[in-house]
């Protein structure tokens, strides 16, 4: 189908053209498409491994999402403005884009076995959005707005890059562009279309040695950083899927001052001072706790590994089977569910909690009517600061103080049991439903194979009763 923009026809990519595209790729190379059956009714779009679609002035990248199994896409020599439209291409390692109208690179990540990009003839003057693209070989980006040499640094985290096409960018008319090239990519085989001798390369690594040497030294602590944030994420996340992240240190205990309006005034208070040095008790209780949780989340894992360990066993013999062990795996986890074997540890950590509170409440509080009685017979003690002083002069003012920091307390206290319990339920939850809707869609799946199935055969007893007649 044809409309018109800007005074131009554009093609829309729908189902219709790409069948029409499939079915003359298969007229042209029969090699290539063997087994394919020519008829555009019966063509599987999954199942097509090299799609050709050049010269039709496409204009969006669209209707491509069930060609799942697609190694090799042409789209050169169109009017594409966006790199779009290619999120289930996961199986694409060649891609050819020249001769568009693109100005940006985006749209790539879950091409992560791409080997073959080709972005020449385009618009685009930022190298970027490529992280995903770990296997890339060969990258073309030649006649596009690439400006600055340092630009192309970028292209340095592919360590399988070995050929790379800049010509035709003003970077390539640089007086050092060659040697810049040769010596930030060592690796490097191919520059525009041009093998890099051992001269040019030794040269190279000599006229850029010391700049080199300190990129490397930038470069490898950037690294040594990058994996320290990831094993900090990772560990954040270890502790946040077993439910007990921050339960191994003072974080809850810290949290329990941080909205005590009248905390750091009565902490001057010398014997209030000496017991809260006993109250980090609480984090002892709770990292017995966190080492708990950690053991339940391996368990669970082991538990739910062995599921689909056995559903796929399952699958593969008969789909009654995977049914049978989810119906088991559900019951087994109403009789004892992750709760159910937390529910102890957390009653008694937490009920320790809020004992260790009221305990230390108490003796706040008794600390506090004897300061009251000190200072109403001028007893109190001279080095006290003056706002400590100031505090006692009214009971009232003290008790409420009191009051409201140890609900405070209780109120951290609790919802962090709280919110244990309920995240604890929303994974279990979350897990049968993903089971659930899993199955659900592969059970859609074979029917809508089956209905392919029957049509076929359908087809098949057309043919046989026209050809008797």
């Known amino acids: 189908r044809m409309t018109r923009r800007g005074g131009k026809s554009t093609t829309l990519m729908d189902e219709e053209i790409l069948k029409k595209a499939i079915v ?123 400006e600055k040499l340092d630009k192309v640094l970028y292209l340095r985290k592919f360590k399988n890059l070995f050929t790379v096409n800049l010509f035709g960018n003003p970077v390539s008319k640089e007086d050092d562009y060659k040697f810049f090239i040769a010596a930030y990519f060592p690796n490097l085989v191919c520059l525009d279309y041009r093998l890099l001798d051992e001269k040019t390369k030794n040269e190279a690594s000599i006229k850029y040695h010391y700049v080199l040497e300190e990129m490397k030294c930038e470069e490898l602590l950037m690294q040594q950083a990058d994996e320290a944030e990831q094993s900090q994420e990772s560990e954040v996340k270890l502790h946040t899927d077993a439910f007990v992240e921050f339960l191994n240190g003072s974080y809850l205990f810290k949290s329990m001052f941080e909205d005590d309006p009248e905390a750091e005034t009565l902490h001057c208070v010398p014997e209030v001072a000496y017991l809260l040095q006993t109250y980090p008790l609480l984090s002892l209780f709770l990292i017995n706790l966190f080492e708990i949780g950690l053991a339940e989340r391996k368990r669970r894992e082991t538990e739910v590994n062995s599921f689909f360990g056995g559903q796929n066993k399952a699958v593969m013999d008969y789909q009654q089977k995977a049914s049978e062990i989810l119906e088991n795996f559900e019951q087994e986890q109403k009789k004892v569910s992750c709760e159910d074997q937390l529910r102890p540890v957390l009653l008694h950590t937490f009920v320790q909690c809020r004992d260790l509170e009221d305990n230390y409440n108490e003796k706040v509080r008794k600390i506090a009517v004897a300061t009251l009685e000190d200072v109403a017979k001028d007893k109190l003690d001279k080095d006290m600061p003056d706002d400590v002083k100031m505090l006692f002069t009214d009971k009232d003012t003290v008790m409420d103080a009191l009051t409201t920091g140890h609900d405070n307390h209780l109120l951290k206290i609790n919802g962090r049991e709280t919110q244990l319990v309920t995240r604890v339920n929303a994974w279990k939850v979350a897990l049968i439903k993903g089971i659930q809707d899993k199955e659900l869609k592969r059970n859609r799946m074979r029917i809508s194979d089956i209905h392919r199935y029957v049509d076929h055969l359908w087809e098949q007893l057309e043919e046989l009763q026209y050809h008797h007649l």
């Open 24 to 146: 003359e790729q298969a007229e042209q190379e029969p090699q290539d498409q063997a087994g394919l059956i020519i008829k555009a009714e019966e063509i599987h779009f999954n199942e097509i491994l090299k799609l050709r679609l050049e010269y039709r002035n496409i204009l969006i990248i669209d209707h491509l999402w069930e060609f799942t199994s697609l190694a090799k896409l042409d789209l050169n020599h169109n009017l594409i403005e966006k790199i779009e439209g290619l999120d289930r291409l996961i199986n694409l390692t060649w891609l050819n884009l020249t001769f568009n109208s693109i100005e940006k690179i985006e749209g790539l990540e879950s091409l992560r076995k791409l080997e073959v990009l080709n972005l020449s003839n385009n618009r685009i003057s930022v190298i970027e959005n490529m992280d995903t693209l770990e296997k890339i070989t060969h990258f073309f980006i030649a006649n596009n707005l690439i």
